[in-house]
């Protein structure tokens, strides 16, 4: 809209969550690698529960002795690909963003892992706006738009 997005670009970053294919989790606990770069005291205990909850990882980890507080192990030892993939998006939904971009997530992921993952960021769909980058055409199935990049150039793409 003939906006320059450059003078204020802390105020739309904000709006927006990214999901890797590789999430880097700390040797911490799960509690603190979903409010990653949030103080310890300032970390919000109901928020994190919350995105838990929409990541479907609640009564996993509700299930440990330590519950949030389990340290995470050295290389995420203790946790599946798609629990750190799990993690990877609570931590995107604990800043509460408008849009979620998910770059070629699921990679790393088994079939049967993939699909658990699928149904919660299809989940999403109504609450905010997704962009997901794959070369899975058939994990785009649920998306409303699908466009392939092709030539440099973008195009819609009927599936």
């Known amino acids: 809209n003939d906006s320059k997005i450059d003078v204020n670009s802390k105020s739309w970053k904000k709006n927006i ?7 880097f989790l700390n040797n911490e606990s799960i509690r603190e690698n979903i409010a990653f770069g949030v103080k310890k005291e300032n970390i919000d ?4 529960i919350e ?3 929409k990541v479907h990882l609640y009564d996993f980890v509700n299930k440990k002795k330590d519950g949030v507080d389990t340290i995470i192990s050295d290389n995420s030892l203790n946790l599946s690909g798609g629990q750190i993939q799990r993690i990877g998006i609570a931590r ?5 963003p408008k849009i979620l971009i998910f770059d070629e997530s699921t990679n790393s992921l088994d079939l049967e892992t993939e699909k658990e993952f699928m149904k919660a960021v299809y989940k999403l769909k109504g609450d905010k706006i997704i962009i997901f980058v794959s070369h899975k055409i058939n994990l785009l199935k649920g998306c409303n738009k ?4 092709k030539n440099k150039n973008l195009q819609p793409r009927v599936i």
């Open 17 to 23: 969550g990214y999901v890797p294919q590789s999430i």
């Open 45 to 48: 205990d109901t928020k994190v």
């Open 51 to 53: 995105v838990l909850k």
């Open 92 to 96: 995107a939904l604990y800043r509460d």
């Open 146 to 149: 699908v466009y392939e990049l």
